[in-house]
């Protein structure tokens, strides 16, 4: 359905809970674009969870994988992309995920996110709410670095969907300074 001139990959980013796993898959049916998650990526290339990831390997080893995840997902078209909760707050991970692509960052204030992200261990970062806080303090200035922010604390994944097409897909208007000479 998106028609016109757009971007050729839309990569969501924000704080875990957001809702970017729901969200990105709603917006890649409503485009009729692929969906992929940068998560779910490094779990099937190494055969483990990330909670195992991180209990075997480590964070550090964690985000050489979630950069690599990066700069497998740059090469995809027609494409919307879910990056974990932390990817953006890495100036080379995040350089990779906003070369070519519009991204989004789906806002949702501090109480919502600790209501959503379940405490079942599947999230190691996500064990207390100090913490928790302390985090989406230290990440909120480079998740303002993406093109958009969208609120997703209210609506349903679909509507936040709808809002980011008819964002991304609004028609600019052309400039005549960018307009060729006949
Ligand atoms: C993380 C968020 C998680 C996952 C990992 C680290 C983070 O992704 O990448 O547990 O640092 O915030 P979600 O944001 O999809 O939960």
Known sequence: MASGR???RIVLVGF???GKSTVGAALATRLG???R?????????HGMTVAEIFRRRGEAFFREE???AARAAARLRRCVVAAGGGAFAFEATRETLRAGALTVWLRCPE????RRVPRDGSRPLAGDRGRMRRLLGERE???RLADLAVDS???????????IVEAAFKRAPRSRRTRKKT
């Not at 109480?111 to 600790?114: D, E, Q």
């Not at 604390?153 to 809002?163: F, L």
Request: aromatic content about 12%.
């Open 141 to 143: 200035p480079s998740y």
């Open 37 to 45: 998650d940068l998560d779910r990526w490094i779990e099937e290339r």
């Open 66 to 68: 979630e950069h690599r």
């Open 153 to 163: 604390s209210r609506a349903a994944p679909d509507e936040v969907a709808r809002r």
């Open 16 to 18: 875990m809970g957001c």
């Open 33 to 35: 674009w692929g969906f």
């Open 111 to 114: 109480s919502a996110l600790w």
């Open 6 to 8: 757009g971007p050729r």
